[in-house]
């Protein structure tokens, strides 16, 4: 268990620190997802893994019997994947070990920022998140890998002591202008991928994200975006 002041890391990093292959996936989705390091898509493989992992347990306990106990972590784990916007209604434990790393990136708080609008680009929802621009109802919010929820999606907004909060604010109006010149993607298919067959998000999906991102500027590129 450890000693409580010194908890274990609950993420893992890849066996072979050199793949090529592996590297240029990562920077092609540190580039879509605006993500700061490689360490964050190894954090959201590592929910990833775990998920699959109580998934494939239920799955090999309910072939050998299923009892009450068994049917309620089932219910739980689909019912909290479910919550979090990664399945979609009436999913099965089939349906999770189908899900991959862009269904968990894609529900990251910085993602969904960028997805309802308020922010240029991924880079810039997250420097609004890291500096306090953000909050789901009244709570402020500055983690950017955060897991939202269906529920609090609908609460999500510009913190209300912000600056930002005020349409008129120079910075707002910038994000209105490039969003609105920008050539995006169905936004409202982006911000809740579904499983297609193999459960991956398609290929036109992927291209769409890709292209959105290509066509945002970065924060730095607006001006006040540090305000």
Known sequence: ??????????????KHPWQAERIEEERTLIFNYGLK???????ARSKLRRWRSNAMKLIATTDSGEDDHI???????????HRRGLLPEGASLDDVLRLNVDHVLARRLQSQVYYKGLAASPKQARQLLIHGHISIGDQVMTVPGYIITREEEAALQYNLSSELANDQHPLRQDIVSIRSKADYANEEEESTLELTNDGAPSAEEVQELAEAVAAAPSSDDVSGGES
């Open 1 to 14: 268990m450890g000693h409580p002041k010194f908890s274990r890391r609950v993420w893992q990093g890849p």
């Open 37 to 43: 390091n490689h360490r964050e898509i190894w954090k």
């Open 71 to 81: 049917s309620r972590e089932k219910a739980d784990l689909i019912t909290s994947l």
